[in-house]
């Protein structure tokens, strides 16, 4: 037991200091846990995190298609050696209502629980059957959908949700969580309000798509390692680079599939045009001869009406006629008949006196032939005389002749006469029977005439009645073909229409044809996977809090306990020399030292250690679980770590009880037997200006002297304290700058409070509603900015109105706060796509707008702004660069009052109107803001107890110590009667002034650890205000001089309990 | 009538744990203005125990102290303080000067919290030190840092001067003209002066010798012709 007598000694100098002890020990476990914690947390995160994504089966590799992906180029990747798993899957966006709001939901294919993104159950069971879904159970239940709920989904574009799915409500059977998804941001959607605000799991036999959307694959081997390491994408990174080498020829076969099948489509669809075209032609001159006929037929009918109107007239005139002259005949008859009968009876008087005299003249005749039969016998005899002259004879032969004619004649006349005469007289008879018939005939003409005149009566009323029953119809006929005719034109015009329609798409079928691209394969791994890179950036900003913060720990603790041990030296100092004396070596003696901080210092790294590996993770853990879905933090426990960080502490506390106790061990025995001469008083600077010195009493006056003449002890308070300011000051200033975010954006830069999508319908409306004070229509799509490889989402603002827009955005430069002009040509962009982009004013960057289709702009200027990237330029100058209109599809309004109430009223009130798509609230934006930034303050507290604890330790150990130096100066003037407080002012002016000289310096130190970190820190998308509020320099002086009152009421009883015997005793 | 100083079956227990240890066992003894006393007696005879009751820094266990008419054992510990304060002017062996503090200003650090001071300078003077007032402790020798420290206790002008073996941690010869200071002090303003020594050698130049053995006076007598500082040898 070599020296166990000084190995006795150093134990009970450690059970005689305590205080002593435990202030080097808690100093170290206070520096050693906050490194070790902030070193450990964002381990713990990845490894919580990795473990999660292993255990449900997190994909290590997406790939994705502008084509989609086919069965066969599953079966391809599946191919490819280093790849263990395959799943081709579907995902799309759909829109569901829910607490009357519009709500994106990403929609997943569930396949199993054990698929790649398999799903961690929470609540419920999962989907049976294909109209079952489960859906995210989030942080903060704020959707509320309850188990056996149905949630129907639309798919918020022209083509209908059924289109893609084979079911469109779903009841929910279960909640679950999935490490696909940790955090809220789910990433945008072109649908609804195009943040995807939830997701939803249905089996996979409901999807119709033709081609999966995605491809997951899970490789061989990436589980054993953390997938945050670079070890992790050495293994994966092969097998992306494989699946990169497959991928030309599967997109040269999937391209040629789709344009195949889209010819074909066109081609089919043409056809059907055509056909359907035709059909329709074919009906409407089907339709249009219906009419033509008609019209015909109706004019026909109109002719014959008009014919057989004029025929009937005619007719019943020609009736009237003919019955007019039957009986004018038929009177002219009975006239004639009249007349006739009384000539007749006239004539029959003659004809009786002709008769007679006929018959006299018959009797003459008679009488006359015997006559001329003689006379012709006497010629005959005459003749017959031969002398007679020849002459003569001629004569008489004549005169014969003549006379046998006459006779001839007379008897002939004779004959006639009597012919005649018996004629006549039958004739008469004749006569009198013919007008017997006459009579009997006129008077039968007579009663048919009445008869005939009767029919010809009822006959015109007959045919005047059927001919206004013909016109009548004929009306009918005409208002018929009249409608008709409507009809054919309104149908024609329809069928025109709905033609040129489908010519329409044909055309746009032709030209989406046209601008099918190739297919692109994109293969990614997690590095592009939202969730993964959003918390390991959270884990990495932690990471880059460990690098700053520990130092002025280290620092700290470093100079406290070489002040401690420098005075723990002093103390001994008679002891050294008697240990000197009685012949321990110098390395015996300063082992006692350096064994007595070793012991301080391990035990506070165990403590430290222990605190920094399990509160710490924890706390900072459970603070960013309000910003992400994960199961519970699991605490690791890194050796190496904690044996490098112990090293350190222990090198660091070593060395400075080394460096104290060197000093003394350098001079011999004697003289350290001997009081240490006391150090000289000095003049200071102040004593030359006597106005000010001669004023002051004595206990400034030793204030003032002591502060400059102990310069380690003044360097390391103002040191600790400044650290402690600067920390407070730190934290305050994030909170500030994420402050300043939400302010500055939603309050200065952006004044208006209502965001209002709508189309060209919906802008009527709103000059209607009262709450809304003013507005102003803008086109806002979501595009980006390139410049090299460095590309950047950015939203892009066209306003209708350049003037008036200021009064909604306000475009400023952050540095001198000077108003920007919304440009006619060229680009204003935001400050954070300045900086990520390295660009300045008069710069060209490449703009893309929503539809893929990039130009250059100039950039005219560069905006402040702090949450998301914008990019704003005039409407005439988008037309200019991409060739066509803007469509106005938003307003921006200012309300005449807001709280939650009446901006729900207004939402319902606009919504229900057409044309008004969504309508959303600044509140609402800043609310969510606030709540993701909220963890942020978790870590901040943690700054300010860490910073707390700091200062107390350091200003109770420097109290202490100054303290125990001076302790027969305090009880000597406790001797003098001075009175307790006036004893403790006379210390803490000290610590008053110090704590004040810390803390100015502190507070400029904060600046720029403040700067620093707010760099560090910064997430994409969220530029973080870097001005630290007035208030915030005034709380942490505050806070940091509450610290030191805290410390000075602590060593208020500490100074009561100095003995005042302790100046009697000698100097040590 | 009762004398300027009045002990009276003081007593001194400290308690250390369970052990008691009786520093004064009855201590009886007064002092009257304007004398200068010698305390006498070995390390651990209590003759610092009674000092620090006398001076207000310790409460006896029982008995009673009077000072000037006043019951000091009865004072609670701010009365004790303002005792201290104005009446109590205090010599240490080891000087105990602020070190950050000059000569004079050492004196004011005294004279500014009493009722009625005297002058620091004149007092400084008076010891003479005139020509070092300006000087840090550090720079002044022990007898002149004594002589400091006297000043300090002189210039609030207190009732009673209690000196802890004044010259305990000086020379021969300074330490001698320390004593004489104190003497003439005592003689000249007319100041009650105790002081306590294991020197039995200086007993002589005290007006009154009180030896002090194991916690109870063993001796207390009055030396009517007091030898001057200069003719003691030791």
Redesign the interface.
């Known amino acids: 037991m070599k020296k166990s007598a000084l190995k006795k000694d150093i134990l009970r100098d450690i059970k005689g200091s305590l205080g002593r002890f435990l202030s080097i020990a808690s100093i170290v476990a206070l520096g050693v846990a906050f490194f070790a914690g902030l070193k450990i947390s964002p381990e713990d995160m990845r490894y919580t995190a990795d473990k999660y994504y292993d255990d449900y089966n997190l994909m290590d590799i997406r790939v994705v298609s502008t084509l989609g992906l086919t069965e066969d180029d599953v079966l391809e990747i599946k191919e490819i050696e280093g790849v263990q798993e395959v799943l081709g899957t579907y995902t799309i966006d759909a829109l569901a209502e829910l607490k009357e709001k519009e709500i994106v939901f990403r929609i997943h294919s569930f396949v199993s629980k054990e698929q790649i993104n398999g799903v961690n159950l929470i609540e419920g069971r999962l989907p049976k059957k294909p109209e079952e879904c489960v859906v995210e159970l989030g942080k903060e239940d704020d959707l509320d959908i309850a188990l056996g709920s149905k949630i129907k989904l639309s798919s918020g574009k022209e083509d209908p949700l059924s289109d893609s799915l084979l079911n469109t409500e779903f009841t929910v059977v279960g909640k679950v969580q999935t490490p696909y998804y940790l955090s809220f941001e789910k990433g945008n959607s072109t649908i609804g309000n195009g943040q995807v605000r939830n997701f939803i799991m249905i089996p996979q036999e409901n999807f119709k798509l033709e081609a999966f959307t995605d491809i997951y694959a899970i490789v061989e081997g990436a589980k054993d390692l953390n997938s945050y390491d670079d070890e992790y994408f050495h293994v994966v990174d092969k097998v992306t680079n494989k699946i990169k080498n497959i991928s030309k020829e599967r997109e040269n076969i999937r391209s040629e599939e789709v344009l195949n099948k889209a010819k074909e489509k066109l081609e089919e669809g043409k056809n059907e045009y055509f056909e359907e075209k035709a059909k329709v032609e074919e009906e409407l001159v089907k339709g249009l001869n219906e009419i033509e006929a008609g019209k015909r037929n109706i004019a026909k009918g109109e002719e014959a009406l008009r014919r057989n109107e004029a025929d009937f007239n005619w007719a019943i005139l020609e009736g009237k006629e003919k019955l007019g002259n039957s009986e004018r005949q038929l009177s002219k008859g009975e006239e004639e008949y009249e007349s006739a009968l009384k000539s007749f009876n006239k004539n029959k008087k003659i004809a009786e006196e002709q008769f007679k005299e006929a018959e006299k003249e018959i009797k003459k005749a008679e009488e006359a032939i015997p006559l001329l039969k003689y006379k012709i016998e006497q010629l005959k005899i005459a003749l017959e005389n031969p002398f007679l002259h020849i002459e003569e004879k001629e004569s008489l032969k004549a005169e014969l002749q003549q006379t046998i004619s006459k006779l001839r004649e007379t008897q002939k006349s004779i004959e006639s006469g009597n012919k005649e005469l018996a004629k006549n007289k039958i004739e008469l008879a004749k006569g009198e029977e013919k007008f017997k018939n006459n009579k009997e005939f006129l008077v039968s003409s007579r009663e048919k005439l009445e008869k005939e005149k009767l029919n010809l009566i009822n006959k015109e009323k007959k045919g005047l009645e059927e001919i206004k029953r013909a016109r009548k119809k004929l009306e009918k006929a005409k208002i018929d073909l009249e409608k008709g005719e409507e009809e054919y034109k309104s149908s024609k015009e329809k069928a025109n229409k709905e033609l040129a329609k489908a010519w329409g798409k044909i055309e746009d079928g032709e030209r989406e044809l046209n601008q099918i691209q190739r297919a692109k394969w994109y293969i990614l791994d997690r590095k592009s996977h939202y969730s993964y890179m959003d918390y390991g950036g959270a884990a990495d900003r932690i990471d880059a809090l460990s690098t700053v913060f520990p130092v002025f720990f280290a620092l700290v603790a470093a100079l406290v306990s070489l002040t401690t041990m420098t005075r723990m030296v002093d103390e001994q100092r008679v002891n050294i020399g008697t240990l000197k004396a009685l012949g321990y070596g110098k390395g015996a003696i300063a082992s006692k030292y350096i064994f007595y901080a070793l012991t301080a210092t391990v035990f506070g790294c165990i403590v430290g250690i222990g605190i920094g590996y399990t509160l710490f993770p924890t706390v900072i853990f459970n603070a960013y679980g309000i910003m992400y879905v994960l199961p519970s933090v699991i605490l690791r426990i890194n050796v190496p770590l904690a044996i490098s960080i112990s090293l350190v502490s222990i090198g660091l506390t070593t060395i400075t009880a080394y460096l104290a106790s060197n000093n003394e061990l350098k001079e011999n025995p004697a003289s350290l037997m001997r009081p240490r ?6 003049r200071i600077l102040l004593e030359k200006i006597p106005i000010i010195w001669s004023r002051l ?3 400034y ?2 204030t003032l ?2 502060i400059f ?1 102990y310069k380690r002890r003044f360097f390391m308070t103002v040191f600790g304290i400044a650290g402690c300011t600067a920390l407070v000051l730190t934290a305050f200033g994030i909170r500030d700058s994420i402050r300043t975010v939400v302010d500055k954006q939603y309050g200065e830069l952006f004044a208006y409070n209502v965001t209002i999508g709508l189309d060209s319908d919906g802008i009527k409306h709103l000059d209607n509603i009262d709450k809304i004070k003013d507005y102003q229509v803008i086109n806002r799509e979501s595009g980006s900015v390139s410049l090299g490889d460095i590309e950047k989402d950015i939203s892009i603002i066209v306003p209708k109105d350049l003037v008036n827009i200021d009064k909604l955005i306000k475009l400023q430069n952050r540095k001198d706060g000077t108003k920007i002009k919304f440009p006619n040509n060229g680009i204003v962009i935001s400050e954070q796509i300045g900086k990520d982009l390295k660009v300045k004013v008069g710069d060209k960057i490449n703009l893309i707008n929503s539809e893929e289709e990039k130009a250059i702009v100039e950039i005219v200027g560069i905006t402040e702004n702090y949450t998301f990237n914008y990019g704003y330029l005039s409407s005439e100058y988008y037309k200019e660069i991409f060739q066509r209109p803007v469509k106005f599809n938003e307003a921006l309004g200012i309300l005449e009052d807001t709280n939650k109430e009446i901006e729900n009223q207004l939402s319902k009130e606009l919504i229900s109107k057409e044309g008004i798509n969504s309508v959303s609230f600044n509140t609402t934006l800043k609310e969510n803001f606030e709540d993701t930034i909220e963890s942020l303050n978790y870590v901040v507290l943690v700054m300010i107890v860490s910073a707390g604890s700091l200062a107390f330790v350091v200003l109770y150990n420097l109290t202490n110590v100054n303290i125990s130096e001076r302790i ?2 305090i ?10 407080n ?1 004893v403790s002012a006379y210390i803490y002016r000290e610590n008053i002034i110090l704590t004040i000289i810390g803390t100015l310096v502190g507070l400029v130190m904060g600046i720029f650890l403040h700067r620093y970190i707010m760099i560090t820190v910064e997430m994409e998308n969220i530029m973080f205000g870097l001005k630290v509020n007035f208030k915030s320099y005034i709380y942490s002086m505050i806070l940091t001089i509450v610290f030191s009152v805290l410390v000075n009421l602590a060593m208020h009883y500490k100074l009561k309990n100095v003995e ?2 302790e ?5 040590d | 009538m009762t004398s300027y100083i009045e002990f009276r079956n003081v007593k001194k227990i400290y308690r250390m744990g369970e052990v008691e240890i009786s520093a004064l066992n009855g201590v009886d003894f007064s002092i009257d203005r304007g004398e200068f006393v010698i305390i006498a007696g070995a390390s651990g005879a209590g003759k610092s125990t009674i000092l620090n009751i006398l001076g207000g820094m310790d409460t006896a266990t029982s008995g009673e102290v009077v000072v000037d008419n006043k019951k000091v054992s009865r004072y609670t510990n701010k009365e004790l303080i303002t005792y201290r304060r104005h009446d109590i002017g205090f010599v240490f062996q080891f000087y105990n000067l602020v070190q950050n503090l000059t000569a004079l200003e050492n004196v004011e650090l005294a004279s500014q919290i009493c009722k009625n001071p005297l002058n620091p300078k004149e007092v400084l003077k008076s010891v003479g030190l005139s020509h070092r007032i300006n000087n840090f402790p550090a720079q002044l020798s022990g007898g002149e840092q004594q002589r400091v420290a006297i000043a300090r206790a002189l210039a609030k002008n207190p009732k009673l001067l209690l000196c802890d073996e004044p010259t305990g941690a000086l020379d021969y010869n300074t330490g001698k003209s320390i004593l004489k200071l104190l003497q003439d002090t005592c003689r000249q303003m007319n100041m009650t002066v105790v002081v306590i020594t294991h020197n039995l050698a200086i007993t002589p130049m005290g007006d009154k010798i009180i030896k002090v053995k194991n916690g109870i006076i063993e001796d207390q007598s009055i030396n009517n012709s007091p030898t001057p500082v200069e003719r003691i040898e030791w």
């Open positions: 001469a006391p150090k000289l008083g000095k009493n004595f206990s006056k030793v002297r002591n003449r027969r100066e009880a000597t003037i406790k001797v003098l009667g001075f009175y307790d006036e005042m015997v100046s009697l005793k000698s100097v």
